[in-house]
């Protein structure tokens, strides 16, 4: 496991399969002005650094209409993230956590997700604002976000105790 990354007091990890089920095109990459983890924005809201989506050209056509959306969904692999954690201590939190109640990218399946405001497009490239990830985060698939079914006001996470949203 990464050194950045060692189990720390609390933490839970899984000794990883030897082989997966499933295979994946990274058809991208993220370009961020962050290459530390440190640097990177804790909060997608109110960041407004502008990133870049940059397509595989290959898959250039597949951005046709897209313009139309002003905000997309991103998916993208942390591909610097240890996948066996199971339960985790993050440095804020009051106490260890699983690791499927948490928005860490140390995941057995190490998928972000973002919502982007898409700014502009040239070729087989996007502008976007709310991104998060480090410099050359591998990119998995980009959808249009849907504020009349993506969106749920109403929804809590509890954190220490008392629901935030
Ligand atoms: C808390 S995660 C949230 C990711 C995504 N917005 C989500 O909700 O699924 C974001 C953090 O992951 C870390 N990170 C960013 N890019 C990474 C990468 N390529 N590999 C591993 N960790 C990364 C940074 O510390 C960043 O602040």
């Not at 990464?2 to 399969?17: K, T, V, W």
């Not at 997966?20 to 290459?35: E, M, Q, S, V």
């Not at 985790?88 to 997700?113: E, K, M, V």
């Not at 919502?115 to 249009?144: N, Q």
């Given at each position: 496991?990464?050194?950045?990354?060692?189990?720390?007091?609390?933490?839970?990890?899984l000794?990883l399969?030897d082989?997966y089920d499933a295979?994946?095109?990274?058809?991208?990459?993220?370009?961020?002005?962050w290459?530390?983890?440190a640097?990177?924005?804790?909060?997608?809201?109110?960041?407004?650094a502008?990133c870049?989506?940059?397509?595989?050209?290959?898959?250039?056509?597949?951005?046709?209409?897209?313009?139309?959306?002003?905000?997309?969904?991103?998916?993208?692999?942390?591909?610097?993230?240890?996948?066996?954690?199971?339960?985790?201590?993050?440095r804020?939190?009051?106490?260890?956590?699983g690791?499927?109640?948490?928005?860490?990218p140390?995941?057995?399946?190490?998928i972000?997700?973002?919502?982007?405001?898409?700014l502009?497009?040239?070729?087989?490239?996007?502008?976007?604002r709310?991104l998060?990830?480090?410099?050359?985060?591998?990119?998995l698939d980009?959808?249009?976000?849907?504020?009349?079914?993506?969106?749920?006001?109403?929804?809590?996470?509890?954190?220490?105790?008392k629901?935030?949203r």
């Amino acid at each position: 496991m990464d050194e950045e990354f060692g189990l720390r007091p609390g933490e839970e990890a899984l000794a990883l399969p030897d082989r997966y089920d499933a295979g994946l095109h990274f058809i991208g990459r993220l370009r961020t002005p962050w290459t530390r983890r440190a640097d990177c924005p804790k909060n997608n809201l109110g960041n407004e650094a502008v990133c870049t989506v940059a397509l595989d050209p290959a898959y250039a056509p597949a951005l046709r209409n897209v313009e139309g959306a002003s905000h997309l969904v991103l998916l993208y692999w942390m591909d610097r993230a240890p996948r066996g954690l199971l339960v985790q201590q993050p440095r804020h939190a009051d106490g260890p956590r699983g690791t499927f109640s948490l928005r860490s990218p140390a995941r057995p399946n190490p998928i972000a997700l973002a919502v982007v405001e898409l700014l502009g497009r040239s070729d087989d490239t996007l502008a976007v604002r709310g991104l998060d990830c480090l410099d050359g985060t591998p990119l998995l698939d980009i959808k249009p976000y849907f504020a009349s079914t993506d969106s749920r006001p109403q929804a809590i996470v509890e954190r220490a105790g008392k629901p935030a949203r």
